[in-house]
């Protein structure tokens, strides 16, 4: 607790004493980007007229001086693989259910007129043979 207080102290000396320009120059490539980067969606966010404020520069200077411990960085990069792979996953099932789904719909729709055919077929030929179809339910009531 007393390395972080003592290091929110510093990093905030260095900030507010360092130029921007500064603070860069002390930086590595990657950690410039970064920093470019934050400093691009700070603007955004104020808009493209407004200049930095002393607050957002501060904050931007403060972001370069976050240490990432590589562990933590390649452990973040593995989740964020294994979620595009869930997720790539997850899509490939969908779409894999849609088309299967669509399948079945086609095939149905080309079976039923001829199981609409043939159920009206059946029900004219018993009733053409009454006497043998009542026979034939009161033999299923009589079972059952």
């Avoid at 055919?117 to 043979?129: G, K």
């Amino acid at each position: 607790m007393n390395a972080e207080g003592f290091f929110s102290t510093l990093g905030h000396l260095v900030t507010s004493q360092l130029p921007q320009a500064q603070l860069l120059s002390l930086l590595t490539e990657v950690k410039k980007k970064q920093l470019l980067n934050t400093e691009e969606r700070i603007k955004k966010m104020a808009g493209t007229d407004m200049k930095l404020t002393d607050r957002s520069i501060e904050s931007v200077s403060r972001a370069a001086l976050i240490y990432t411990v590589p562990e933590a960085a390649d452990h973040k990069r593995k989740e964020q693989r294994r979620k595009k792979e869930q997720v790539r996953r997850y899509m490939r099932d969908i779409s894999k259910d849609a088309i299967y789904a669509e399948d079945r719909e086609l095939a149905l729709q080309e079976l039923w007129p001829r199981i609409l055919t043939d159920m009206v077929r059946a029900a004219v030929i018993d009733m053409i043979r009454m006497d043998v179809y009542m026979k034939g339910c009161l033999e299923k009531l009589c079972n059952s």
